[in-house]
Structures are given as structure tokens and as C-alpha cells.
């Protein structure tokens, strides 16, 4: 669940950016559709506790996010909130395995390898293990960086612009990929997009519009 009212955030020296409220059941989905620039990683960033709003505030699953001390609300995103970046941030040093083994050292809990196997082997890409993500097509590597996302079986995901690079048909299996997963995790989706195949595959969704100038409405 998401709820947001009278959200603001100003960045040093620019214009206020003033997002429109919004509510999704958890479960739901949410689009955040706009041109690139437009404020929608912004939105991401308030709500996945990365960036502290100026006046309003953002409620997830019940947890009013500005309102935790920033240790606590680096815990709380590793523990609920599964990122899927536009730049998906695979450490170059390290294996597929390993960087999913991240997401425990974030959450403070010891490595589950089992549980990478498994995440690993759900989205197809558990012989990929051992490869670094030099070794990965981009299609692999969103992938394994989707598996990074799921393994805390987050209440929510925040999926930026995912579709952007992607041909007609990797754009529809992304999408499927992610409202599978969403589904089966009874997670709420969040797109940012401004991709039209993304708005014409989740007709249902709620729309959170952006506009050019970086004011949004509902």
C-alpha cells in the first residue's frame, strides 16, 4: 500500500517539485508517467526513503518514510522495498551470486545462499551464477538485477523506466516478468516510464502524470 499527500521535494538552488496524492491497495499497481526529467525518479526516491521530502509526506505499507532516522530507514528499505535501477548497478568485481548477496549485507542478516539459488532459478538465469555481469547480456543482466530486487520478497517494487533500451519483445517479457513476480509476492508495482507499450500493457493501473515542467497531477 502507498499513500502520498501534498509531496514536495526542492533539490539545492532548483524549483520546488510538487507531486500530485495518490493511493494504491497493496497489490495495486502505479505508473508514474512523464518525459524523461519530469520528476518521476524523484517520486522513487522519496518513496524508497533515498531522499527526504521538503513538506508532504509518503506512507508505505502504513510507515510514514520521512519520518525515520536515516539508519532506520536504510534497514527498513533493504527489509521492504525492492529497486529495479534504469542503471542496474552490478558490482563488476563480484559474481551474479554474489551481488545478490548484497541484499542480505544491506538487510543486516547473514547470506542465504539457497535463497539466491532459488530466486535465481524462478527468472530463469540460475546458470549464471558464477559470471560476472561483463558476461551478461543486457537481458540477462536485467534480469539478475530483477532476482537482486526480489530476493528480500519485497511489499514493493520500484521499477525505473525498465522497458527504456528494450526491443518490442524483451519489452514484453520485462513486463510480464514484473507483474508475474509482482503478483506472486502480492507486491505493489511502481513503473516510471515513458514508454506507451508499458501504459498499453497495464490499462488498470493508477496514473501518477508528470508533466515537462516538473509539476505533476494526478
Not at 21 to 29: L, M
Request: glycine share 10%.
Amino acid at each position: 500500500m502507498i499513500d502520498s499527500r501534498g509531496l514536495q521535494y526542492t533539490y539545492p538552488r532548483g524549483e520546488p517539485l510538487r507531486f500530485g496524492d495518490v493511493s494504491v491497495v497493496q497489490g495495486g499497481a502505479l505508473l508514474l508517467r512523464g518525459p524523461s526529467g519530469s520528476g518521476k525518479s524523484t517520486w522513487l526516491a522519496l518513496a524508497s526513503g533515498l531522499l527526504t521530502p521538503t513538506a508532504g509526506e509518503v506512507v508505505v505499507g502504513g510507515q510514514s518514510v520521512g519520518a525515520l532516522p536515516a539508519a532506520a530507514r536504510d534497514a527498513w528499505r533493504a527489509r521492504h522495498i525492492g529497486f529495479l535501477p534504469q542503471k542496474l548497478h552490478l558490482g563488476e568485481a563480484l559474481s551474479v551470486a554474489d551481488n545478490l548477496g548484497l541484499v542480505f549485507f544491506a538487510a543486516g542478516l547473514p547470506v542465504d545462499r539457497a535463497a539466491v539459488a532459488r530466486t535465481l532459478q524462478a527468472l530463469g538465469v540460475e546458470a549464471l551464477a558464477a559470471r560476472k555481469p561483463s558476461q551478461l547480456s543486457g537481458g540477462q543482466a536485467q534480469r539478475v538485477a530483477l532476482a537482486r530486487a526480489l530476493l528480500p520478497r519485497p511489499s514493493v517494487i520500484l521499477a525505473d523506466e525498465p522497458t527504456a533500451s528494450l526491443d518490442d519483445e524483451a519489452c514484453a517479457v520485462s513486463l510480464n516478468l514484473l507483474r508475474t513476480c509482482a503478483s506472486g509476492l502480492n507486491a505493489t508495482l511502481v513503473i516510471a516510464t515513458h514508454d506507451a507499450r508499458v501504459w498499453q500493457a497495464l490499462p488498470q493501473a493508477r496514473v501518477l502524470a508528470f508533466n515537462a515542467s516538473a509539476r505533476v497531477a494526478a
